[in-house]
Protein backbone atom coordinates (compact mmCIF):
# COMPACT_ATOMS: atom_id res chain seq x y z
CA UNK A 1 0.00 0.00 0.00
CA UNK A 2 1.64 3.16 -1.20
CA UNK A 3 0.29 6.62 0.38
CA UNK A 4 1.25 10.00 0.01
CA UNK A 5 0.64 12.86 2.12
CA UNK A 6 0.61 16.52 1.29
CA UNK A 7 1.43 19.39 3.66
CA UNK A 8 2.08 23.07 3.42
CA UNK A 9 -0.66 24.83 2.36
CA UNK A 10 -2.85 27.68 3.57
CA UNK A 11 -3.88 31.05 3.15
CA UNK A 12 -1.44 33.43 1.69
CA UNK A 13 -1.08 37.31 0.11
CA UNK A 14 -0.51 37.48 -3.96
CA UNK A 15 3.09 38.09 -4.54
CA UNK A 16 4.26 35.35 -1.64
CA UNK A 17 6.04 31.71 -1.89
CA UNK A 18 4.57 28.52 -0.69
CA UNK A 19 6.41 25.23 0.03
CA UNK A 20 4.08 22.11 -0.64
CA UNK A 21 5.44 18.85 0.57
CA UNK A 22 4.29 15.55 -0.35
CA UNK A 23 5.59 12.60 1.66
CA UNK A 24 5.60 9.03 0.36
CA UNK A 25 5.40 5.89 2.25
CA UNK A 26 4.69 2.20 1.69
CA UNK A 27 7.27 1.77 -1.04
CA UNK A 28 11.09 2.13 -2.38
CA UNK A 29 10.34 5.53 -3.17
CA UNK A 30 12.59 5.87 -5.72
CA UNK A 31 10.99 3.73 -7.96
CA UNK A 32 8.23 6.61 -8.22
CA UNK A 33 7.87 9.05 -10.51
CA UNK A 34 5.71 11.85 -8.51
CA UNK A 35 3.17 14.39 -10.12
CA UNK A 36 1.45 17.76 -8.61
CA UNK A 37 -1.81 18.79 -9.80
CA UNK A 38 -3.90 21.51 -8.96
CA UNK A 39 -8.06 21.51 -8.88
CA UNK A 40 -9.84 24.58 -8.75
CA UNK A 41 -13.73 24.83 -8.65
CA UNK A 42 -15.91 23.51 -11.17
CA UNK A 43 -12.40 23.06 -13.09
CA UNK A 44 -10.47 19.65 -13.94
CA UNK A 45 -7.80 18.71 -12.35
CA UNK A 46 -4.42 20.70 -14.04
CA UNK A 47 -0.74 19.08 -13.68
CA UNK A 48 1.65 21.30 -12.96
CA UNK A 49 4.90 19.41 -12.43
CA UNK A 50 6.90 16.20 -12.47
CA UNK A 51 9.95 14.40 -11.23
CA UNK A 52 11.54 11.54 -12.36
CA UNK A 53 12.53 8.31 -9.55
CA UNK A 54 15.78 9.68 -8.94
CA UNK A 55 15.19 13.41 -9.42
CA UNK A 56 17.54 13.70 -12.15
CA UNK A 57 14.50 14.97 -14.87
CA UNK A 58 11.62 17.39 -14.22
CA UNK A 59 9.29 18.98 -16.56
CA UNK A 60 6.67 21.64 -15.85
CA UNK A 61 4.16 23.02 -18.45
CA UNK A 62 4.77 26.49 -19.78
CA UNK A 63 1.67 28.17 -17.95
CA UNK A 64 3.40 27.38 -14.96
CA UNK A 65 7.51 27.51 -15.70
CA UNK A 66 9.03 29.51 -14.34
CA UNK A 67 7.16 30.35 -10.75
CA UNK A 68 6.84 26.33 -9.88
CA UNK A 69 9.98 24.19 -9.31
CA UNK A 70 9.68 20.31 -8.44
CA UNK A 71 12.70 18.55 -6.19
CA UNK A 72 12.56 15.72 -4.11
CA UNK A 73 14.81 14.37 -1.26
CA UNK A 74 15.20 10.63 -1.33
CA UNK A 75 16.36 10.37 1.97
CA UNK A 76 13.49 12.01 3.10
CA UNK A 77 10.97 10.38 0.33
CA UNK A 78 9.36 13.99 0.34
CA UNK A 79 8.41 15.79 -2.59
CA UNK A 80 8.52 19.77 -2.64
CA UNK A 81 6.55 21.67 -5.27
CA UNK A 82 7.93 25.35 -4.61
CA UNK A 83 5.66 28.60 -6.11
CA UNK A 84 6.99 32.05 -6.07
CA UNK A 85 4.61 35.19 -6.83
CA UNK A 86 1.77 33.58 -6.16
CA UNK A 87 -1.17 34.90 -8.09
CA UNK A 88 -5.08 33.96 -7.20
CA UNK A 89 -5.66 32.00 -9.51
CA UNK A 90 -3.21 29.40 -8.02
CA UNK A 91 -5.85 28.90 -5.62
CA UNK A 92 -6.94 25.43 -5.58
CA UNK A 93 -6.48 22.20 -4.20
CA UNK A 94 -3.16 20.72 -4.67
CA UNK A 95 -2.60 16.77 -5.12
CA UNK A 96 0.11 14.96 -5.17
CA UNK A 97 0.63 11.52 -7.07
CA UNK A 98 2.65 8.83 -7.71
CA UNK A 99 3.40 6.30 -10.60
CA UNK A 100 5.62 3.67 -11.30
CA UNK A 101 7.24 4.72 -13.87
CA UNK A 102 8.03 8.47 -14.75
CA UNK A 103 5.29 9.69 -16.90
CA UNK A 104 7.17 13.19 -17.54
CA UNK A 105 4.68 15.51 -19.55
CA UNK A 106 1.90 12.92 -19.82
CA UNK A 107 -0.36 15.35 -17.81
CA UNK A 108 -3.41 12.47 -17.67
CA UNK A 109 -4.40 11.79 -14.08
CA UNK A 110 -5.89 8.28 -14.82
CA UNK A 111 -2.10 7.54 -15.79
CA UNK A 112 -0.85 7.80 -12.10
CA UNK A 113 -1.45 4.66 -9.54
CA UNK A 114 -1.37 6.70 -5.83
CA UNK A 115 -3.12 9.84 -5.07
CA UNK A 116 -2.87 12.45 -1.97
CA UNK A 117 -5.60 13.42 -0.04
CA UNK A 118 -4.60 17.17 -0.96
CA UNK A 119 -3.73 20.21 0.53
CA UNK A 120 -5.70 23.45 -0.27
CA UNK A 121 -3.99 26.57 -1.14
CA UNK A 122 -5.52 30.15 -0.98
CA UNK A 123 -4.32 33.13 -2.94
CA UNK A 124 -6.24 36.34 -1.75
CA UNK A 125 -5.24 39.87 -3.61
Known amino acids: QVRLVESGGGLVQAGDSLRLSCVLS????????VGWFRQAPGKEREFVAA????????YAPGSVKGRFTISRDNAKNTVVLQITTLEPEDTAVYYC??????????????????WGQGTQVTVSS
Open 97 to 114: AASRVFLGASAEPAMYDY
Open 26 to 33: GRTFTTYG
Open 51 to 58: ISGSGGTT
